[in-house]
C-alpha cells in the first residue's frame, strides 16, 4: 500500500541556511500535518493543511513556512536555520473521517542537522 | 502544564508480562485518543484509537478509556521483546484540530 513519502530523508544545513522539506500524502489523504521531534522528545504539531488551506497551526516558528499544492503535496520552508531547528521531521496524512478518526499515517521523516 | 502526559519510564518487564501504559490529558473536550509506537529514529506507527469509554482490544492490546478521569491506558499482553520501544499516547480535540502527543512512555521487555 502507498504510503506517506518524504523527502529528503537526510539533510545537512548550515546556520542561516534555507531548507526545503516535502511531503506526498496518501492518495485520497485530503489532510497533511507538520511535526517537529527533537532528540529524545516527543513530536510538537507545527502546522496543517486541509484541502490545500491551512486548518490549524502549531508552534510553527515564524521563520518556518508551509503549504499545500493542488497535487496535496506540501512543503516545509524553513528560513534563517538555527542549531536548534535539527531534529526530525515528520509529515502525516488522514483521511476523510465520516464514521470517525483513525488517526494519521506517518512518513519516515526528514532528519534535518543543522551546524 | 503538558496537555498529555505520561510516565517516561523506562518501563521494564520480563517476556511474557503485561505491560501496562498510561496516560493522562488534560483538555476535557478531547475526542478520540490514540497509541503509537515508535522505534528510535523511525517514525510513529498506529497501535490503537479508542473514542468510547471503556476497551477496546485488538490482539493482544487492549486500550481503556475513561473520560471522567480524563485516562487512556494501554495494556499490551504476552509482551515479546520485539515490543520494545517508546509508546505515545495522542489526544485529539475538536474535528480539524492536530493531534497533541505526550512525551511517551519506553517499555524494555526483556528475554
Known amino acids: 500500500a502507498a504510503g506517506v513519502i518524504q523527502s529528503p530523508r537526510h539533510l545537512i544545513k548550515e546556520k542561516r541556511e534555507t531548507a526545503t522539506l516535502k511531503c506526498y500524502p496518501i492518495?485520497?489523504?485530503?489532510?497533511v500535518y507538520w511535526y517537529q521531534q527533537g532528540p529524545g522528545q516527543d513530536p510538537q504539531f507545527l502546522i496543517s493543511f486541509y484541502e490545500k488551506m491551512q486548518s490549524d497551526k502549531g508552534s510553527i516558528p515564524d521563520r518556518f513556512s508551509a503549504q499545500q499544492f493542488s497535487d496535496y503535496h506540501s512543503e516545509l520552508n524553513m528560513s534563517s536555520l538555527e542549531l536548534g531547528d535539527s531534529a526530525l521531521y515528520f509529515c502525516?496524512?488522514?483521511?476523510?473521517?465520516?464514521?470517525?478518526?483513525?488517526?494519521?499515517?506517518f512518513g519516515s521523516g526528514t532528519r534535518l542537522t543543522v551546524v | 502544564q503538558k496537555e498529555v502526559e505520561q510516565n517516561s519510564g523506562p518501563l521494564s518487564v520480563p517476556e511474557g508480562a503485561i505491560a501496562s501504559l498510561n496516560c493522562t490529558y488534560s483538555?476535557?473536550?478531547?475526542?478520540?485518543f490514540f497509541w503509537y509506537r515508535q522505534y528510535s529514529g523511525k517514525s510513529p506507527e498506529l497501535i490503537m484509537f479508542?473514542?468510547?469509554?471503556g476497551d477496546k482490544e485488538d490482539g493482544r492490546f487492549t486500550a481503556q478509556l475513561n473520560k471522567a478521569s480524563q485516562y487512556v491506558s494501554l495494556l499490551i499482553r504476552d509482551s515479546q521483546p520485539s515490543d520494545s520501544a517508546t509508546y505515545l499516547c495522542?489526544?485529539?480535540?475538536?474535528?480539524?484540530?492536530?493531534?497533541?502527543f505526550g512525551k511517551g512512555t519506553t517499555l524494555s521487555v526483556s528475554s
Open positions: 502525516a496524512s488522514s483521511a476523510p473521517d465520516p464514521g470517525g478518526d483513525y488517526g494519521y499515517t
Open positions: 479508542i473514542y468510547s469509554n
Open positions: 483538555d476535557r473536550g478531547s475526542q478520540s
Open positions: 495522542a489526544v485529539k480535540g475538536q474535528a480539524g484540530t492536530a493531534l497533541i
Open positions: 492518495p485520497r489523504h485530503d489532510t
